[in-house]
Antibody
Framework: QVQLQESGPGLVKPSETLSLTCTVS??????????WSWIRQPPGKGLEWIGY???????NYNPSLKSRVTISVDTSKNQFSLKLNSVTAADTAVYYC????????????WGQGTTVTVSS | QSVLTQPPSVSAAPGQKVTISCSGS????????VSWYQQLPGTAPKLLIY???KRPSGIPDRFSGSKSGTSATLGITGLQTGDEADYYC????????????FGTGTKVTVL
């Protein structure tokens, strides 16, 4: 069973770039047909899909974040990453990496989540 | 902000049944599969239902899903205290670009 683990700074200053990494174990980030995704949840609020990378190259982002987001894959480390630039307090959230196969068309594997606070 | 609307909360006694609605539109629910996620307090969401009504391995048949037109429904029978959680529907929205959207979330309380 594929497992995911997020890592990265828990505190980011306003206007800087949030960078997180998701390490994939018991599976390969190069496996065909998987949406390698990032999803976030502000404190006390609902889930927001950020975007995904598919087949190591094709990306799709939430239009509301598209101008600030980059998702990429490092096949040598079996990881995929999130960069969100020009952050504000509104980007404070628990960030989850998640994946699912196109055949399932849903996110059936999630990381435990990592809390990122934007504050000076 | 979410394009999928759910009731904020539902409640019932142990052993009873609850249903959670998810209302969307032609660009999302009507033309795409719906999934349901359970989020226990302090944990990551867990997939309960995919492709409208299919359960992943290990999900008990007390959980069921259905879809009709622009709405979907999650049903939970034989309610247990361990079912107390937040539940979210999710699907793709085929607007200008394909975007995954989640519902507003529903808190299930076991009385």
């Amino acid at each position: 069973q594929v497992q995911l683990q997020e890592s990265g700074p828990g505190l980011v200053k306003p206007s800087e770039t949030l960078s997180l990494t998701c390490t994939v174990s018991a599976g390969s980030v190069s496996s065909a047909g998987f949406y390698w995704s990032w999803i976030r949840q502000p404190p006390g609020k609902g889930l927001e899909w950020i975007g995904y990378i598919y087949t190591s190259a094709s990306t799709n982002y939430n239009p509301s974040l598209k101008s600030r987001v980059t998702i990429s894959v490092d096949t040598s480390k079996n990881q995929f990453s999130l960069k969100l630039n020009s952050v504000t307090a509104a980007d404070t959230a628990v960030y989850y990496c998640a994946t699912g196969h196109v055949a399932v068309d849903a996110f059936d594997i999630w990381g435990q989540g990592t809390t990122v606070t934007v504050s000076s | 902000q979410s394009v999928l609307t759910q009731p904020p909360s539902v409640s019932a006694a142990p052993g009873q049944k609850v249903t959670i609605s998810c209302s969307g539109s032609r660009s999302n629910i009507a033309n795409n599969y719906v999934s349901w996620y359970q989020q226990l307090p302090g944990t990551a969401p867990k997939l309960l239902i995919y492709e409208n009504n299919k359960r992943p391995s290990g999900i008990p048949d007390r959980f069921s899903g259905s879809k009709s037109g622009t709405s979907a429904t999650l049903g939970i029978t034989g309610l247990q205290t361990g079912d107390e959680a937040d539940y979210y529907c999710g699907t793709w929205d085929s607007g200008l670009t394909a975007t995954y959207v989640f519902g507003t979330g529903t808190k299930v309380t076991v009385l």
